[in-house]
């Protein structure tokens, strides 16, 4: 497992403001549980939060978001992947 490969899907949210934030999610996640799913299922006054403890948290409100457009394929390294895991 400590070799495996991890492909993350990157997507880009586009806001009302013109704003564009990059989050990924792995590859492999579930349709019910995939970023896409929960923003469409999501009430309009639920706030969404992006981000990690290195880059920073992006606090981003359904009623903002304009679309989702999807990015690259991106492979995940080993260290990432451990932070991920670790809920960093």
């Given at each position: 497992?400590?070799?495996?490969?991890?492909?993350?899907?990157?997507?880009?949210?586009?806001?009302?403001?013109?704003?564009?934030?990059?989050c990924?999610?792995?590859?492999?996640?579930?349709?019910?549980?995939?970023?896409?799913?929960?923003?469409?299922?999501?009430?309009?006054?639920?706030?969404?939060?992006?981000?990690?403890?290195?880059?920073?948290?992006?606090?981003?409100?359904?009623?903002?978001?304009?679309?989702?457009?999807?990015?690259?394929?991106?492979?995940?390294?080993?260290?990432?992947?451990?932070?991920?895991?670790l809920?960093?």
């Amino acid at each position: 497992m400590e070799n495996d490969i991890v492909m993350l899907q990157e997507y880009l949210i586009h806001l009302l403001d013109g704003t564009i934030i990059s989050c990924c999610e792995d590859y492999e996640t579930p349709n019910e549980k995939s970023i896409v799913n929960r923003i469409k299922k999501a009430e309009p006054t639920q706030v969404f939060v992006i981000g990690d403890p290195f880059g920073g948290y992006k606090y981003v409100p359904k009623s903002s978001i304009l679309y989702l457009e999807t990015g690259n394929i991106i492979e995940e390294d080993s260290m990432s992947r451990k932070l991920r895991e670790l809920d960093y």
